[in-house]
T-cell receptor, first 114, second 112 residues
C-alpha cells in the first residue's frame, strides 16, 4: 500500500490555466505538507496543515490555494498558471507524536507549464 | 530568513572511501536535524536524524552535530555506487510545528 499518494504524477498545461493536485495519506498522520522542488532541486515548504487547520503558510502567491477536507487529504489548487510554477510538487505527512519528526513524501507531481 | 547551506557538489568518491557531507544553518534555536537522500526522479527519504551534540551512528552512516558552530555533517563509510544520490540536509525551524527547511542538497557520486 502506498503511504502517501499524489495524483496526477505528471501534468502539462498552458499558461493561464487552473490545475489541481491531490494528495492522500493512509498513515494516520495529523500533519500534511506541500513542498515545491524547482529545477535546481531546491525543496521549499509551501503549506502545512494539522488536522485540517492551516499552520504554516509560507510566502506563496495567492494563486496557490491548499484545501484539506480531512486530515488524510491535502489538495493544492493553482490558478492562472505561470511558467515559473513549473516544478515538482511533493506532498508529505508527519506523525508529530513520533519522536523522529520524519516526513513521509509522496512520489511527486511534475508540473510543466508551457 | 532561516537558511540551510550545503555545498552543491558534485562530490565524487571512489567505492569503499568515506564520503563527507557538510551543512550549516542560521537559526541558532533549531533543535532537530535531518539527512534525507534523494535518488534522481524519486522522492526524498530519511536516512538519519540527530538532536544532541556529538555523533550518532547507524550502520555505515554517522551524523555529527555541533550546535555551537551551527554545523551538521553526514559521513558515509565504505561508500557504494548505490549511495550515489543527492543528500539533503534539513533543519526543523518551526519548533513543534515541524517546519523542515532544506538545504539545496549535495550530489554524491560513488565511482566503482
Amino acid at each position: 500500500d502506498t503511504a502517501v499518494s499524489q495524483t496526477p504524477k505528471y501534468l502539462v498545461t498552458q499558461m493561464g490555466n487552473d490545475k489541481s493536485i491531490k494528495c492522500e495519506q493512509n498513515l494516520g498522520h495529523d500533519t500534511m505538507y506541500w513542498y515545491k522542488q524547482d529545477s535546481k532541486k531546491f525543496l521549499k515548504i509551501m503549506f502545512s496543515y494539522n488536522n485540517k487547520e492551516l499552520i504554516i503558510n509560507e510566502t506563496v502567491p495567492n494563486r496557490f490555494s491548499p484545501k484539506s477536507p480531512d486530515k488524510a487529504h491535502l489538495n493544492l489548487h493553482i490558478n492562472s498558471l505561470e511558467l515559473g510554477d513549473s516544478a515538482v510538487y511533493f506532498c508529505a505527512s508527519n506523525g508529530l507524536h513520533y519522536n523522529t519528526g520524519e516526513l513521509f513524501f509522496g512520489e511527486g507531481s511534475r508540473l510543466t507549464v508551457l | 530568513q532561516k537558511e540551510v547551506e550545503q555545498n552543491s557538489g558534485p562530490l565524487s568518491v571512489p567505492e569503499g572511501a568515506i564520503a563527507s557531507l557538510n551543512c550549516t544553518y542560521s537559526d541558532r534555536g533549531s533543535q532537530s536535524f535531518f539527512w534525507y537522500r534523494q535518488y534522481s526522479g524519486k522522492s526524498p527519504e530519511l536516512i538519519m536524524f540527530i538532536y544532541s551534540n556529538g555523533d550518532k551512528e547507524d550502520g555505515r552512516f554517522t551524523a555529527q552535530l555541533n550546535k555551537a558552530s551551527q554545523y551538521v555533517s553526514l559521513l558515509i563509510r565504505d561508500s557504494q555506487p548505490s549511495d550515489s544520490a543527492t543528500y539533503l540536509c534539513a533543519v526543523n525551524s518551526g519548533g513543534s510545528n515541524y517546519k523542515l527547511t532544506f538545504g539545496k542538497g549535495t550530489l554524491l557520486t560513488v565511482n566503482p
